[in-house]
C-alpha cells in the first residue's frame, strides 16, 4: 500500500517546514496538510481540521485512505498558561481522537511530538536522562506526560505504532514560533539582522536545550523510517542538539554582528524556563535509532544570519 499522510497543525514553526519536507518525499498528491485555519500559503492538499472533532478526523482519513498520522495540533507551554483548561482539553482531546481513528482505521504508523516540557524539579537539570521522573510545572508538559503514556498504551494494548520525540526549543529560519517559552532563539536572530535591540524575556544565564530546524526535520523522519523493531520507547525519546543561554547566543550573533545589543526582562515564562533542564541526553535515542545532531550553536548562528539576511535583503 502507498503511503498517504496526514499532518495535523500543519500551520505552526515545525509543521510548516516539515509539511514541505514530506511533501518532497513522498509526493504532493499523497500529503494531506491540515490546520485549525487555511493559511492561504499551503502546497498541495488542504483541509481544515480541528482536531478536537472526531468525526471530521475521521472523514478526512476515510476520504484519502490515510496511512500514517503526524499529529502535530498543540497548544505550547507559555500560551497554554493563559487558559489552562481549554489547553488541556485541546492537547489531550486532539491526541485521543488520532490514536484512536489510527486504532480503529489500521493506520500504520503516528508520530506524536513530545517535549522537554515534561521535566520537572524530580529530574536532574543536566544531562537529564530519558528515564528521569516526570514533574511538569506547566499544563503543556501536563499533557504531553499525559500523551506520552497515551501513545504507549496503544502501542503495549492495541500494537499501534505510535512514534515520539520530546523536542527542545527549535530554531529555524523558515517559520516564526507562537507560544513557546523557547521562541526567544528565534526572535532574536530576526531582531539582530533587523539592526534593532533584543529585549528577552528570559534572563542571560538561563540556559535550555535547543535544536536546529534541519536536525529536528531529520530526527523525526528518521525516527519515523526507523525499522519497528529498533524503537525501544513507545513513550518518547529526549533530542538534544546543543544548550545555550541567551548570552551564549548573543555573543555568537555579536561576533557576525558586532552593533547587536540585548536587554533582559525575564517574564512569566523565566519560571517555566526554571523548571526545564538545562541540557539533555539523548544517547537511547543514539543507540536505538542511530541519532546524531550536526549543529552547533556557531552553525545555527551562521545559518539563521545568512538566511534571515537574504530574507529581509528580498522582502524589504
Ligand atoms: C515551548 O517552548 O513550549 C516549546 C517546547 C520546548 O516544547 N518550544
Not at 500559503?41 to 472533532?53: H, K, L, M
Not at 524503537?231 to 547566543?249: E, H, Q
Request: charged share 20%; glycine share 6%.
Amino acid at each position: 500500500m502507498s503511503v498517504k499522510i496526514l499532518i495535523t497543525g500543519a500551520n505552526g514553526q515545525l509543521g510548516s517546514v516539515l509539511t514541505a519536507t514530506l511533501q518532497d518525499r513522498y509526493g504532493l498528491e499523497n500529503v494531506v496538510v491540515s490546520d485549525i485555519r487555511n493559511s492561504g500559503n499551503n502546497r498541495g492538499i488542504f483541509e481544515v481540521i480541528d482536531a478536537t472533532d472526531y468525526e471530521r478526523v475521521q472523514s478526512v482519513v476515510t476520504q484519502y485512505n490515510i496511512t500514517q498520522i503526524y499529529h502535530l495540533a498543540a497548544i505550547l507551554s507559555a500560551k497554554g498558561e493563559e487558559n489552562p483548561l481549554q489547553t488541556w482539553d485541546i492537547n489531550t482531546k486532539a491526541l485521543l481522537n488520532v490514536l484512536e481513528i489510527a486504532r480503529l482505521n489500521a493506520i500504520e504508523k503516528v508520530f506524536y511530538p513530545s517535549s522537554i516540557a515534561v521535566f520537572g524539579e524530580g529530574a536532574p537539570k543536566n544531562n537529564t536522562p530519558n528515564d528521569a521522573y516526570l514533574n511538569p510545572t506547566t499544563v503543556y508538559g501536563i499533557s504531553k506526560v499525559d500523551g506520552e503514556n497515551w501513545a504507549q498504551y496503544y502501542f503495549l494494548k492495541y500494537g499501534l505504532d505510535v512514534r515520539s520525540i520530546r523536542y527542545p526549543g527549535v530554531i529555524g529560519h523558515q517559520s516564526l514560533p507562537g507560544g513557546g517559552t523557547t521562541d526567544y532563539a528565534v526572535d532574536i536572530f530576526h531582531k539582530a539582522v533587523l539592526n534593532e535591540k533584543f529585549n528577552c524575556f528570559l534572563s542571560e544565564d538561563t540556559a535550555l536545550p535547543m535544536i536546529y530546524m534541519d536536525d529536528v526535520i531529520r530526527s523525526t523522519i528518521e525516527l519515523m523510517e526507523a525499522p519497528s523493531e529498533k524503537i525501544k520507547v513507545r513513550t518518547s525519546y529526549n533530542l538534544a542538539g546543543v544548550s545555550f543561554s541567551p548570552k551564549d547566543v548573543a555573543l555568537e550573533i555579536a561576533k557576525i554582528l558586532p552593533n547587536f545589543s540585548i536587554d533582559y526582562k525575564p517574564d512569566f515564562r523565566q519560571d517555566i524556563a526554571n523548571h526545564w533542564p538545562k541540557s539533555i541526553d539523548d544517547s537511547q535515542a543514539k543507540t536505538d535509532w542511530g541519532w546524531q545532531p550536526k549543529y552547533n550553536l556557531e552553525a545555527i548562528t551562521k545559518t539563521m544570519i545568512n538566511a534571515l539576511t537574504e530574507h529581509y535583503t528580498v522582502t524589504i
